[in-house]
């Protein structure tokens, strides 16, 4: 704590406490690199995502009771955050005391929650192509049965005598070609005038 600068506002300052954590670190065997590009450009998210791990390491490790981190600083011959004349009251007193009585709340598992994530997308994905599939099916056979339509059409119109008679392949490729489901009913003429100017913008 001696060789770290507190209250410091320079790139230089920055690097050079990064190097302090750094080679504490690496005192101490942890496997975490310091992103220092990243953090001395004091990016909210960079610092707020390290941040999150030291507080996630500090739980993991620290051993229990108080730790009064003014106390710390002053051994370390730190200046004090406040003017040497006042007195620090209760409240800052308290800020900087980590209380450790409760139990460590439960983290979220990020990898898990991106993995899950990422297999959603996956299947929304494989959704989609399944959909455009059937939708590419879909106008597929829908474009042979209007060519079909189109040809009964223009046959009757060549001759109306097919029209008429009953029991002829233009009577039955028609019944199939117009027949409906139950429950299926065609929209009156009036309700499809109604329908378009609903849906005209």
């Known amino acids: 704590m001696s060789r770290v600068k507190f209250n410091v506002n320079t790139e230089y300052a920055y690097l050079q406490n990064f190097k302090v954590l750094q080679n504490v670190f690496a005192r101490h065997q942890v496997n975490k690199p310091v992103p220092v590009q990243s953090l001395t450009k004091c990016r909210m998210q960079d610092n707020l995502e390290f941040l999150q791990w030291v507080k996630k390491y500090w739980d993991q490790h620290y051993p229990g ?29 308290r800020r900087g005391v980590t209380p450790t009585t409760g139990a460590a709340r439960p983290r979220v598992a990020t990898a898990a929650g991106g ?31 209007r060519d079909i339509e189109l040809l009964l059409q223009s046959a009757i119109e060549a001759d109306p005598e097919l029209e008429k008679e009953e029991d002829t392949l233009v009577k039955h490729i028609q019944g199939i070609l117009y027949s409906t489901e139950d429950g299926f009913e ?4 009036g309700d499809e005038g109604v329908a378009d100017e609903l849906e005209t913008f």
């Open 65 to 93: 009771g108080e730790y009064d981190a003014l106390g710390r600083r002053k051994a370390s011959g730190a200046p004090s955050a406040a003017p040497a004349s006042r007195a620090p009251s209760a409240g800052s007193a």
């Open 115 to 145: 993995a899950a994530t990422a297999a959603l997308q996956q299947e929304i994905a494989t959704q989609k192509e399944a959909i455009a599939g059937l939708e590419k099916e879909r106008d597929f056979y829908f474009a042979k049965l």
């Open 186 to 189: 065609i929209p009156a003429e």
